[in-house]
């Protein structure tokens, strides 16, 4: 798959939304975490020294 290079729209394009967004506010920012967390996949082994049991928590 060929990938297409940049041409000069885009960059007119980045440098229109880097002055667009330059002057936003920080209160006015907000971040959305959309990290998900699924038990199923904490480890059910680990590594300890000789005759050490292994340690850990889960999420």
């Known amino acids: 798959m ?3 290079g940049r041409t000069e729209s885009d960059k007119s394009l980045r440098s229109e939304y880097q002055q667009e967004i ?4 920080v209160e006015d920012l907000l971040f959305v975490d959309e990290v998900g967390l699924n038990l ?4 059910q082994f680990g590594w300890a020294l000789s005759e050490q049991r292994a340690y850990g928590t889960r999420p």
């Open 2 to 4: 060929r990938h297409k």
């Open 22 to 25: 330059i002057m936003l506010s």
């Open 40 to 43: 199923g996949m904490a480890r």
